[in-house]
Structure formats: C-alpha cells, structure tokens
C-alpha cells in the first residue's frame, strides 16, 4: 500500500489542517494527523476537539490505508525536502518515504480512538463568495476582545437580516463593522464564529463558493477541498448598534500612511502605562501629542489633512490607534467625529459595490496623564 505525491503539494495540505494540531494537550492523540487514502485520493484530518479540518488532494496510490502520524513532525519533515517527489509506503509497523535522495522511516499508530471529522447537526445555509467572507472576516477579527471573562467577545458576530449580513467584532474600545450589504435575508439570524476558527478559516479560503452550514451550536463550511467543523459561541452578542454615533458633524480626511507612521512614533514615546496620544484638529492639518512624565520624553508631529468641523483635540490610546490604522485597508480614510467624548468612526474613503467597513474607536480621557 502506498502513494506518491510531491512534496510541494504534500506541505499544502499538512499546512492547512495543522492549526487544529494542540501543541500541548493532556489527550496525546490529538497531536496527530489522520491520514487516509484510496481510489486515487489522499486525504488529512486533524482534531483538537474545539475545530475540525479535512483537506483533500488527488493522488497516485496503490491500495488504500487510514493510520495517524504525528502532525507537527510530519510537517517538520515535508518541509526540510524541499521540492521533490515523495512515494509514502506503509508496511506492517511503519511508514516508509522514498524520495530520489533517501529512504526514511517513521512510527505510526492506528486510528481507532482517534476523533476524526466531527459530524455536527445544522439547519441553515449560508453561501457566499470565499473572497468576500475572507475580505470581511480578517477585517474584524483584530479587534477581537482578548478577554476570556468576556466570551460573547471573543469571536465575530455574523449579523444575518435583511439590509445585508454584517461582520462585527468588539473588544469595548474598539469595534468593527463589515457590511455586505448584497448579501440579504428574510429571516434574521446571527451566530457568533470564535476567534480562534476565524483565524483558521482566513488561511483556507481562495476562491470560488464558500457553503456555511450552522445551527445555534456549531458550523460546518466547505470550501474548495477543505472542510472544517467548530462549535459557535453561545454566548449573546452585545448590541452593538448603540454605540455608532448616528450624526458625525466633524469630518477629517487624511492618508493613511503618514498617519499610521507619526503614531508609531508616539507609541515608541508614550508613557508605556497610560499610552495617551493627543489629536489636535485643524483645517488644515492634525497634530498628534504625546509625553512621558516619567522618562521626560516628549513629541509632537503634524500630519497634512483636510477637515471640516469644529476645532477640538480628542485622546487615544496609542496602540489602539495604531492597531485600527495597521488594520483599515486604504489609502486615504475618512475619520468622523462627534466630540472629545464621543467615539471616532474610521471609513476607507474608497470601498466597493455593495460593501461597507467602518472602525470605531473610543476615546481616552485627556487628563488621564
């Protein structure tokens, strides 16, 4: 029993399926990787009990076997080979891969209690285009919240109704919200993905047709040869609508890079405890302040920009600032403001047909240094 496959191609697969690979677990087992093949078919599993993935590849074989190996050395190996054919012989008490070059020998158990593709029961579908939901999914997941007290927030809110399916994640200083506004439903209906499976399935998704079958505890999605299984957050999402301010008077429109640059620098500047940086509006312009009482450092940057409003300075956190810009995709923005109190909204000045982003980013007292 044996099949052929390049290595190339080989690390492909083991790639995909290995975020579900726990690096420590007190269950051993699931440290493998299932490997199947047959009928000119090869296919990989992993397990970690929270996702499930399944990938599969056309290949040469000869016969058919099911064994698992362990994943992170498999994918240790593959990758040390570079560019080469690999045929994969399995005898009675190991795996045998011969390439041009060598012979090497690997232990492998059976599959018996091994959890395989998990089977869950859904009874909505949801189909949408793989570069679409990627699009909005990495959009969202850096703010994410990080706090495990906080389990609704720890994963992205998929808000299905009938003005379009909106992508929303929040760690209650930030928020982002991803509107694909074409994609329509006449019942409403909302799961919230864990970060951890958004993360995953970012990396799976190319091109063609995403199928995204759920209930209220679990989702199944198919995509091109992959397939992954994971539980959902039952944990009710807070109401984010509240919190976006309907009427933003202030407006200010500014590149991106050169703003993202100057708070970098106020990062490196800020007083690491408090991290406030001090945007100060003007027709013209902006002007971003920040000090360190402690160390006595200081700085002040103006960056080129058009506003229309109300003269004001508001406070950030500087990471969190930095963070929203790293992660909003454009050239130029448009921030709206209400006042030094109220949250800011950040919008791509460009975006696309039937499609609608924006960031949210609370304040941060002026007094806090």
Do not use: W
């Amino acid at each position: 029993m044996q099949f052929t496959i390049n290595s190339i191609a080989f690390d492909k697969l083991i790639t995909k399926v290995l975020p579900a690979v726990p690096l420590r677990t007190p269950m051993p087992i699931l440290e493998n990787i299932l490997v199947e093949f047959g009928d000119g078919e090869l296919t990989l599993t992993a397990n970690d009990h929270e996702v499930a993935i399944s990938v599969k590849d056309l290949v040469t074989c000869d016969g058919s076997a099911r064994f698992i190996v362990k994943g992170k050395l498999l994918s240790d190996f593959v990758k040390s080979l570079g560019d080469t054919q690999i045929r994969v012989v399995i005898e009675e008490q190991r795996i045998v891969m011969k390439t041009d070059v060598g012979h090497y020998n690997f232990n492998y158990a059976s599959p018996e209690n091994f959890p395989g593709f998990s089977r869950i029961a859904t009874d909505k579908t949801l189909e949408v285009d793989a570069k679409l939901l990627k699009k909005a999914l990495q959009s969202a997941v850096f703010a994410v919240s990080k706090d495990s007290a906080r389990v609704a927030m720890t994963g992205v809110l998929i808000d299905m109704k009938e003005d379009g399916t909106h992508f929303v994640a929040t760690d209650a200083h930030k928020l982002v919200k991803f509107s694909a506004t074409a994609l329509k439903h006449d019942e409403p209906m909302a799961i919230v993905m864990p970060g951890k499976t958004v993360n995953i399935l970012t990396k799976l998704l190319e091109d063609g047709t995403v199928i995204l079958s759920y209930s209220t505890s679990g989702m199944l999605i198919e995509t091109g040869s992959a397939k992954l299984v994971s539980r959902l957050i039952e944990h009710k999402f807070p109401e984010y609508s509240a919190v976006i301010p309907l009427d933003s008077p202030n407006k200010l429109t500014i590149s991106k890079a050169p703003f993202a640059s100057a708070t970098r620098r106020m990062l490196l500047l800020s007083n690491k405890n408090f991290q406030l940086v001090k945007v100060t509006l003007d027709k013209e312009e902006i002007l971003l302040n920040t000090e360190d009482q402690e160390s006595g450092s200081k700085a002040d940057e103006s960056v080129p920009a058009n506003y229309i409003g109300e003269k004001f300075t508001i406070g950030f956190k500087t990471e969190s600032l930095l963070d929203l810009l790293n992660n909003i995709n454009c050239d130029d923005m448009v921030v709206e403001l209400v006042s030094p109190a109220k949250a800011a909204i950040f919008k791509p000045l460009k975006q696309d047909e039937n499609e609608d982003l924006l960031m949210l980013l609370m304040p941060t007292r002026l007094n806090t240094l």
